[in-house]
């Protein structure tokens, strides 16, 4: 390992034999669904939120057969609280692909699992990392702001093109689980170390946008009505809200599009 990077190697991997996230579900008991899961929930939730729920998820789902043979109305009443809920569609729609064409048996190589459904870049390139041990360069919130951080410390609108320059230039890691999960405990306590956050140099950085009475919480409020009720009339729906039945139209439209719902012309159902 270059000179440049031994300040950094050390200071990660010191604090993650002292502090790091040992304890994780998903960490103590390793397969590839069990990673896939934690993954795919960890993406817009925070650890904190994700444990519980995950442990649940995987009382009720334990496998791949499980997950896709569940009716989608109990997977989402699983997923509830974890928002993002057509993540838990995503998830359940790659467990009947790998069920089916498979044979319950997730892909070994990036290559491959980038192609399968709900699996981004980032996403095979963690399984490759957290469920089979091999290396191949990625990057996340977390490892940005290191990075940032240590090597980008004047710099302003870096991409994560230049972030993975340096990633490659590291080279090769000899156990690639661990480094990552490393990574990704410093950086998560990299903002309670420095002043600014380092994220906010990135050309990808966004402020996150607000919550209270945006389409993602009317949405949140819509399935929490149907789970509850699994049918209801848009009349008793529009007034138990209490918001602009137009809107309520329209993101309505969205989620029978996303396979959330079905509907009539007076009637919402839950798929």
């Not at 990704?184 to 607000?210: A, C, E, F, W």
Request: charged share 25%.
């Amino acid at each position: 390992m270059k000179t440049r990077y031994k300040k950094m190697y050390d200071n990660v991997m010191n604090h993650y034999h002292e502090h790091g996230r040992h304890h994780l579900p998903w960490r103590k008991q390793i397969t590839p669904y069990r990673v896939v899961v934690s993954e795919i929930m960890l993406q817009q939730t925070q650890v904190d939120r994700v444990i519980p729920l995950f442990n649940a998820w995987m009382k009720q789902f334990p496998s791949w057969r499980a997950l896709a043979d569940a009716p989608q109305s109990k997977v989402l009443r699983v997923w509830k609280g974890l928002g993002y809920n057509s993540r838990a569609l995503r998830l359940q729609k790659l467990a009947q692909l790998i069920t089916k064409e498979y044979k319950g048996k997730l892909p070994k190589t990036y290559d491959q699992l980038v192609t399968l459904p709900g699996i981004g870049p980032y996403t095979a390139g963690a399984v490759c990392a957290f469920a089979y041990n091999e290396y191949i360069p990625i990057i996340e919130t977390n490892i940005r702001r290191i990075f940032i951080h240590y090597f980008f410390k004047d710099a302003h609108e870096v991409t994560d093109t230049e972030i993975l320059s340096v990633i490659d230039d590291i080279g090769i890691i000899e156990n690639p689980r661990e480094w990552y999960a490393a990574l990704m405990d410093y950086g998560s306590t990299l903002p309670k170390i420095v002043r600014h956050n380092p994220n906010t140099k990135s050309r990808h950085y966004t402020k996150q946008s607000t919550f209270k009475g945006s389409d993602r919480q009317l949405r949140g409020q819509i399935l929490a009505l149907l789970l509850e009720k699994q049918t209801v009339a848009k009349d008793v729906l529009f007034k138990q809200l209490g918001r602009a039945t137009k809107r309520y139209q329209t993101i309505i439209d969205h989620m029978e599009k996303e396979g959330f719902v079905q509907q009539t012309k007076n009637r919402v159902t839950l798929r």
